[in-house]
């Protein structure tokens, strides 16, 4: 059974920082691509952020490029999401997914295949 475990949401004024994280264990994702999402309340899931776990390479929403950093650490089996100067659009429910195959710039949220229970993240104006 594979699981995504989230962790780190939480409130932040604006133009402050938070790191999230998530672990993946149930099987091994060294050929995958993992990546972040968001939901705000009566909006579509959209894309923020993926990674390659083999190769690092990244990709970022417009949104968010030069705000929010992807990364991850292979032994640990960890995805970290770190976002800084945020805004209060960046609200929303945060959520880790993992895919088959190598395209870290997959926004489509119906080609990932596995999803963590997300984790919220509030920033106030």
């Known amino acids: 059974q594979v699981q995504l475990v989230e962790s780190g949401g939480g409130l932040v004024p604006a133009g402050g920082s938070l790191r999230l994280s998530c672990v993946a264990s149930?099987?091994?994702?060294?050929?995958?691509?993992m990546g972040w999402f968001r939901q705000a309340p009566g909006k579509d899931r959209e894309f923020v952020a993926g990674?390659?776990?083999?190769?690092?390479?990244?990709y970022y929403a417009a949104s968010v490029q030069g705000r929010f950093s992807i990364s991850r650490d292979n032994a640990r089996n960890t995805v970290y999401l770190q976002m800084n100067s945020l805004k209060p659009e960046d609200t929303a429910v945060y959520f880790c997914?993992?895919?088959?195959?190598?395209?870290?710039?997959?926004?489509?949220?119906?080609?990932?295949?596995?999803w963590g229970q997300g984790t919220q993240v509030t920033v106030s104006s």
């Open positions: 149930g099987r091994t994702f060294s050929s995958d691509v």
């Open positions: 997914a993992a895919k088959y195959g190598t395209w870290v710039g997959e926004t489509d949220r119906d080609k990932y295949n596995y």
């Open positions: 990674i390659s776990w083999n190769t690092g390479s990244r």
